[in-house]
């Protein structure tokens, strides 16, 4: 009924086992259907239910994993297929019933069996424990649920290197609804062999990561090739180990060739609620990431309420050097940065468009090894930093070189910047190298906390510089502008506790220095 085969129940003995099936030669017709009660022993979790289909002459005594699939071979060549949820929709496969055991063989084969019968629209369940893999396991179908008993509970030990341990890619195409959530992956080498990521998903489209964890990864923790609608929440991504440059949380990169819309962006992704970070302690010099999270092709991004941390290079690291993508439309609202060796956030890259940049209500804090909180280079457009806290940079706060225009810095917390103390540190620098135009420096506080010999502001090139409303206080110099800027407004700041409140090159055209309180 309801589109199942019939079913015929046959008892052998008291109890059969699936390895006992295997190895059996009693002979059943076409139709029996027998319900295990383990897979190699009784009570094991791994019982199913089993149908010989008619199929004959098949090499004998075949497992699931020799089969790849959700088929053996009995003692006789008889072919039996999975049967207690297979042709149903949305259909649930557990591994254990087709070979997985805890801390036992590479669990991925008959992982890699359990996806390659259940097809598309099926939810792959995989036990609690320890699962050891070695080899990859590949989604290549539509709607796929892959899940394990939680991210603390099931854990895909990597006990090789060979390449990603999860991949969802299907050859040039889309790939589309794939749940990954509920496991963790774990992998303690300490050097990438090969470029591999824990998890890697090509092309996909309204696919989603949830309560997944990755721990140690050699390479990458998770890497996406030009994906829509991509959802990531509740994930945890740490890296162990000594630092490598080739180690990254998640990386975000063109879609590949042979592939639909290439070179593709990545649109629409969305990240809460999750962690990326270093087990360093908040006086390390080093870390394990080269970046926490890296972007190179990008139109709608979304992070809130996430924590990034530990990073070499940056917490992110928005970099744009293909001609054929571009980045926008990029929002990190509401996160924590913190134990960043380098820089909390860095754009750079000047080959593609890099426009509507919002970094907002966020804490950047790191140590005093750190060098810059945001540090803003190449082609940046129409961008705006306000509301966030940064404090204790070894260096400076925020700095904005290369050709970055129309960018508002605004209602920013600039706390305990230069921690060493040097005069070339600033709390907000307009670079030497600035080449753009209209940057707005307004209502922000920027305090060293003690007086230090860096600057509260310094502008060193460029034109159409307004600094207005800001709260400036224990610097060398509260305000500097350089020799050479035009066009520039200094007005109604609040300057206090500085050896020299404002200083500029005293020559500029069209400069106006007015209703300043010092």
Same mark, same amino acid.
């Given at each position: 009924?309801?589109?199942?085969?019939?079913?015929?129940?046959?008892?052998?003995?008291?109890?059969?086992?699936?390895?006992?099936?295997?190895?059996?030669?009693?002979?059943?017709?076409?139709?029996?259907?027998?319900?295990?009660?383990?897979?190699?022993?009784?009570?094991?979790?791994?019982?199913?239910?089993?149908?010989?289909?008619?199929?004959?002459?098949?090499?004998?005594?075949?497992?699931?994993?020799?089969?790849? *699939?959700?088929?053996?071979?009995?003692?006789?060549?008889?072919?039996?297929?999975?049967?207690?949820?297979?042709?149903?929709?949305?259909?649930?496969?557990?591994?254990?019933?087709?070979?997985?055991?805890?801390?036992?063989?590479?669990?991925?084969?008959?992982?890699?069996?359990?996806?390659?019968? &259940? /097809?598309?629209?099926?939810?792959?369940?995989?036990?609690? &424990?320890?699962?050891?893999?070695?080899?990859? #396991?590949?989604? *290549?179908?539509?709607?796929?649920?892959?899940?394990?008993?939680?991210?603390?509970?099931?854990?895909?030990?990597?006990?090789?290197?060979?390449?990603?341990?999860?991949?969802?890619?299907?050859?040039?195409?889309?790939?589309?609804? @794939?749940?990954?959530?509920?496991? =963790?992956?774990?992998? =303690?080498?300490?050097?990438?062999?090969?470029?591999?990521?824990?998890?890697?998903?090509?092309?996909?489209?309204?696919?989603?990561?949830? *309560?997944?964890?990755?721990?140690?990864?050699?390479?990458?923790?998770?890497?996406? +090739?030009?994906?829509?609608? #991509?959802?990531?929440?509740?994930?945890?991504?740490?890296?162990?180990?000594?630092?490598?440059?080739?180690?990254?949380?998640?990386?975000?990169?063109?879609?590949?060739?042979?592939?639909?819309?290439?070179?593709?962006?990545?649109?629409?992704?969305?990240?809460?609620?999750?962690?990326?970070?270093?087990?360093?302690?908040?006086?390390?010099?080093?870390?394990?990431? %080269?970046?926490?999270?890296?972007?190179?092709? #990008? $139109?709608?991004?979304?992070?809130?309420?996430?924590?990034?941390?530990?990073?070499?290079?940056?917490?992110?690291?928005?970099?744009?050097?293909?001609?054929?993508?571009?980045?926008?439309?990029?929002?990190?609202?509401?996160?924590?940065? $913190?134990?960043?060796? &380098?820089?909390?956030?860095?754009?750079?890259?000047?080959?593609?468009? #890099?426009?509507?940049?919002?970094?907002?209500?966020?804490?950047?804090?790191?140590?005093?090894?750190?060098?810059?909180?945001?540090?803003? %280079?190449?082609?940046?457009?129409?961008?705006?930093?306000?509301?966030?806290?940064?404090?204790?940079?070894?260096?400076?706060?925020?700095?904005?070189?290369?050709?970055?225009?129309?960018?508002?810095?605004?209602?920013?917390?600039? =706390?305990? +910047?230069?921690?060493? =103390?040097?005069?070339?540190?600033?709390?907000?620098?307009?670079?030497?190298?600035?080449?753009?135009?209209?940057?707005?420096?307004?209502?922000?506080?920027?305090?060293?906390?003690?007086?230090?010999? &860096?600057?509260?502001?310094?502008?060193?090139?460029?034109?159409?510089?307004?600094?207005? /409303?800001?709260?400036?206080?224990?610097?060398?110099?509260?305000?500097?502008?350089?020799?050479? @800027?035009?066009? +520039?407004?200094?007005?109604?700041?609040?300057? @206090?506790?500085?050896?020299?409140?404002?200083?500029?090159?005293?020559?500029?055209?069209?400069?106006?220095?007015?209703?300043?309180?010092?």
């Amino acid at each position: 009924a309801n589109g199942r085969v019939a079913q015929l129940q046959v008892n052998v003995g008291t109890q059969i086992t699936t390895t006992q099936l295997i190895a059996s030669t009693a002979v059943y017709p076409a139709g029996t259907v027998i319900y295990t009660t383990g897979f190699t022993s009784s009570g094991d979790g791994g019982k199913g239910g089993w149908k010989q289909n008619g199929v004959t002459v098949q090499t004998p005594s075949q497992t699931p994993s020799q089969l790849l *699939s959700g088929l053996l071979n009995d003692g006789n060549g008889n072919q039996w297929q999975l049967v207690s949820t297979a042709g149903t929709a949305n259909k649930e496969i557990h591994t254990m019933s087709l070979g997985v055991v805890r801390n036992g063989a590479n669990a991925a084969i008959p992982i890699q069996a359990a996806i390659n019968w &259940g /097809g598309a629209r099926c939810v792959i369940i995989n036990p609690p &424990g320890v699962l050891n893999v070695s080899t990859p #396991m590949v989604i *290549s179908e539509d709607n796929v649920v892959f899940e394990g008993a939680g991210y603390n509970t099931t854990s895909f030990a990597r006990t090789a290197d060979y390449g990603n341990t999860i991949s969802v890619v299907k050859a040039a195409s889309y790939i589309n609804h @794939v749940v990954l959530k509920n496991f =963790n992956i774990s992998n =303690n080498a300490s050097a990438p062999v090969s470029l591999g990521a824990e998890i890697e998903i090509t092309a996909g489209v309204f696919c989603i990561i949830e *309560s997944v964890r990755v721990v140690g990864m050699s390479a990458v923790g998770l890497r996406f +090739y030009g994906c829509q609608q #991509m959802k990531i929440n509740l994930l945890r991504c740490q890296a162990t180990g000594t630092y490598n440059s080739s180690r990254y949380g998640l990386k975000f990169m063109p879609r590949p060739a042979g592939f639909p819309g290439t070179p593709g962006n990545n649109n629409a992704v969305t990240i809460t609620n999750s962690e990326i970070d270093t087990p360093f302690g908040p006086n390390s010099a080093l870390a394990s990431f %080269q970046a926490g999270i890296y972007i190179e092709a #990008m $139109d709608g991004f979304n992070m809130s309420t996430t924590r990034v941390g530990g990073a070499n290079l940056a917490n992110i690291h928005i970099n744009n050097i293909n001609s054929g993508t571009f980045i926008s439309h990029i929002i990190i609202d509401n996160n924590f940065f $913190d134990l960043a060796p &380098g820089r909390s956030i860095l754009t750079q890259g000047s080959t593609g468009d #890099m426009d509507g940049l919002t970094i907002s209500n966020n804490h950047l804090g790191s140590t005093i090894n750190s060098i810059i909180g945001i540090d803003l %280079q190449g082609n940046l457009k129409s961008s705006a930093i306000k509301g966030n806290r940064l404090i204790f940079w070894g260096d400076s706060g925020i700095s904005v070189g290369g050709s970055v225009s129309s960018l508002r810095i605004i209602g920013n917390d600039i =706390n305990k +910047y230069n921690r060493k =103390n040097l005069s070339n540190n600033r709390g907000v620098q307009i670079a030497d190298n600035w080449t753009g135009s209209n940057v707005i420096i307004s209502d922000n506080i920027i305090d060293p906390g003690t007086n230090n010999a &860096g600057k509260g502001i310094r502008v060193g090139a460029g034109n159409n510089v307004s600094v207005t /409303g800001n709260r400036i206080l224990n610097n060398l110099d509260g305000i500097d502008i350089e020799l050479g @800027v035009t066009d +520039y407004l200094i007005t109604s700041n609040n300057l @206090v506790g500085n050896t020299n409140a404002i200083t500029d090159d005293g020559g500029a055209v069209n400069k106006v220095v007015a209703n300043n309180l010092t």
